[in-house]
């Protein structure tokens, strides 16, 4: 923990910070919007002592600029010439060998660094005011235009690229440069721009990561870390986090083990967690967990940036994850909201399960999965009929996704007809690499398989699986490509009218089928949608086009609930609560088109109804801090949400 080191530290460090400041607020007196310092590793830049500190001093200081008598802090001053030269400015002369002195830098971020401050800067939207409020005449061109046009000129150079990876470069050279800009672009194209900095780019992104790697984005937390993990989560230059989006980098989408290039992933997720969920980009901090990695090709690649290592396992990893999980708690307290993503299945259980009773943590490929998909199956019975009890249901790939998603449907099953969650899991059926999960198979299974072991024969291939349990809906969560056979297709349209076909793996090379390939061996009749997004299709002389069932639409709306309810512990009936907002969302027009999912144009205004009733649910358990509860839920999720338009600098 940061200290001040008794008051040798704070009398050493404020007197080059007067010294400073009072050359700033000779420059310029009136309304910093920032204030930057560059200090030692005992002082955290932006450490909430320090900056409450830095503020205080800034107050003083203009006084003290304005005012003609000297003051203590100018007395100090001069009275610090000891060690030679002609003024001990910042107080390092003065200081023994012994005390800790600080190399301050404080600065107002006006003028160049105020453009380079991604922040702040609003490129050629700065005013003619602001630009001579903040020392940047001759720093831009004369052209002063809006945001909205700043916009349209991105979107224009977007266009221009054919390359996807080149548009994901451009969006985080975009990110890094105006934040701003970066969140209105993302939202007034969500549509266009989320396969850029989501599925699929962002997979590719991550293979490619080290190559590409300009600016780190989040904290890199390794092995080498261990025992310092507190420090360097205070490394980091924001203080009030709410939700931190974590990955080992073993599972990322369907591509395998990516070891530190893995980042990608909680960079994106937290984008949208801003962007579509409205959690400010300042209260997110992605990380990365470097244990090393599997990966042959990543071990022997030049640009690999992790530690070039296998992975650690057992206690080495449990350790380090326990010290991580730890000091987030002391660092940033009870309700931040830990999401756990892409970590393989052997850990990413077993985290969930022990740090759910003490920390507030989210599995988004288990929970926030599971929550999108019921969604989407409740808004499907509207086309094809039925209860969700009256259908059968069969899984490829019984891993975190998988298995997720059959526990939830379960549990709405059992809620809603009363019958017991392991009575409601035999009208559920999944398919690993080894087949059908049938009971002969038990003793040799991971334990999150075992519920769905059911009396059947043994049954290796998914053609066979389909054929015997004659499922009305398929689900695709083996991040396996192209398992879903023309046969398969073939097969679930000859005993279903409608086939509900979910084809989950990420990104789209991994997705089990394409759209085109479920309308056209079903005929037209498949309710299709996908983890990653397709084109819409020409089928006999009709369009067709797929949604997009992927946790996108749960996990921000579900994070802003948590955090506005001020949430200490996720539940199931929260996730629940999720799909039911979310189904209700589908509209008759988009049902029409054969969508089970609305279109993502709408949402914020989605996410806010998440929210609100995620919110409602943690009130009704109990497990809500803010207090009183507010009166409409959906309209205070609206009012916190972050907006990406400027501000004003005085
Ligand atoms: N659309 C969305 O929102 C989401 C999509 N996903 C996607 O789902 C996929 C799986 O993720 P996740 O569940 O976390 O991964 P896991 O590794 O936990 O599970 C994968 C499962 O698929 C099985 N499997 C793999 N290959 C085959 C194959 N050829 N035939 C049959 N079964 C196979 C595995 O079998 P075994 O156990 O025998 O090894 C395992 O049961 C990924 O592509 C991911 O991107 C994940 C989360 C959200
Ligand atoms: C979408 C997602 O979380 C995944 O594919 O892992
Ligand atoms: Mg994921």
Same mark, same amino acid.
């Given at each position: ?125 700065f005013t003619e005011k602001e630009r001579d409020a903040h020392f940047l005449r001759g720093l831009l061109p004369p052209v002063v235009i809006s945001q909205d046009l700043q916009v349209k000129k991105m979107m224009h150079n977007m266009r221009q690229y054919q390359v996807p990876l080149q548009r994901y470069m451009a969006m985080m050279d975009l990110q890094e440069r105006n934040e701003r800009l970066f969140y209105k672009l993302l939202i007034d194209n969500v549509e266009e721009l989320l396969p850029v900095v989501y599925t699929p780019t962002v997979g590719e992104a991550c293979q490619k990561y080290g190559s590409i790697f300009r600016q780190p984005q989040g904290l890199f937390i390794s092995l080498k870390e261990k025992g310092r993990i507190l420090e360097v989560l205070k490394n980091w230059p924001e203080k009030k986090i709410q939700v931190i989006v974590v990955t080992d980098g073993e599972r990322i989408l369907g591509l395998g083990d990516l070891g530190c290039q893995g980042m990608g992933i909680p960079v994106g997720k937290l984008s949208l967690y801003s962007a579509l969920g409205g959690i400010r980009p300042s209260a997110c901090l992605p990380v990365t967990i470097d244990v090393g990695t599997n990966n042959e090709q990543l071990l022997n690649d030049e640009f690999y940036i992790g530690l070039r290592r296998r ?69 499907? %019975?509207?086309? !094809? ?11 490829? /790939? #019984? +891993?975190?996704?998988? $298995? ?58 998914? %053609?066979?699986? !389909? ?11 083996? /991040? #396996? +490509?192209?398992?879903? $056979? ?74 802003? /609930? ?89």
């Open positions: 923990m940061f200290s001040l080191n008794g008051s040798s530290f704070l009398n050493n460090s404020l007197s080059g910070v007067s010294k400073s400041l009072t050359q700033s607020t000779q420059r310029k007196i009136s309304a910093p919007p920032v204030v930057v310092a560059s200090v030692s590793s005992n002082g955290k830049p932006g450490d909430r002592n320090v900056s409450v500190l830095m503020e205080n001093t800034l107050k003083e200081m203009r006084e003290t600029a304005t005012s003609s008598s000297s003051s203590a802090a100018v007395e100090q001053e001069s009275k610090s010439t000891v060690g030679g030269g002609v003024e001990d400015v910042y107080g390092e002369d003065s200081a023994t060998e012994h005390q800790y002195i600080t190399p301050w830098t404080v600065t107002v971020a006006s003028g160049y660094p105020l453009l380079r401050d991604p922040h702040y800067n609003k490129g050629l939207a992975r650690a396992t057992g206690q080495e990893y449990a350790e380090l994850l326990h010290e991580f999980m730890s000091a987030v708690k002391q660092n940033y307290g009870e309700k931040v909201l830990i999401q756990f993503e892409d970590f393989a299945n052997h850990n990413a259980f077993d985290l969930l399960a022990k740090y759910g009773s003490t920390h507030l943590v989210f599995n988004d490929d288990i929970q926030g999965t599971a929550s999108v998909v019921l969604a989407g199956l409740m808004a499907a %019975l509207n086309l !094809v009929g039925g209860t969700l009890s009256e259908h059968r249901f069969l899984f490829l /790939g #019984a +891993g975190e996704a998988g $298995t997720g998603i059959a526990e939830l449907i379960a549990l709405e099953m059992s809620k809603q007809t009363g019958v017991p969650v392991e009575e409601a899991r035999e009208k559920i059926w999944l398919v690993d690499s080894k087949g059908l999960i049938v009971k002969s198979r038990v003793e040799s299974l991971q334990h999150f398989k075992r519920p769905w072991a059911h009396e059947h024969e043994p049954v290796r291939t998914l %053609l066979d699986a !389909v054929k015997s349990i004659k499922p009305t809906v398929l689900i695709g969560s083996s /991040g #396996a +490509g192209r398992t879903f $056979t023309k046969e398969v297709v073939e097969a679930m349209a000859s005993f279903n009218e409608k086939p509900v076909i979910l084809a989950l793996s990420n990104p789209t090379s991994q997705s089990e089928c394409t759209a085109e390939e479920a309308y056209t061996w079903s005929e037209g009749r498949a309710i299709f949608a996908s983890g990653s997004p397709f084109s819409p299709v020409e089928y006999n002389g009709k369009f067709y086009a797929s949604g997009q069932a992927n946790n996108a639409y749960i996990f921000p709306g579900f994070g802003l /609930g948590l955090i506005i309810s001020g949430a200490i512990r996720v539940h199931d009936d929260m996730l629940l609560a999720a799909s039911e907002a979310l189904a209700e969302q589908v509209s008759q027009e988009n049902l029409d088109k054969g969508l089970i999912y609305p279109p993502f144009s709408n949402i914020r205004k989605i996410s806010a109804q998440i929210a609100a009733r995620v919110a409602a649910k943690a009130y009704e358990l109990g497990l809500a801090t803010r207090l009183p509860q507010p009166e409409n839920l959906e309209a205070y999720a609206e009012s916190c949400m972050y907006s990406p338009n400027y501000r004003h600098y005085r």
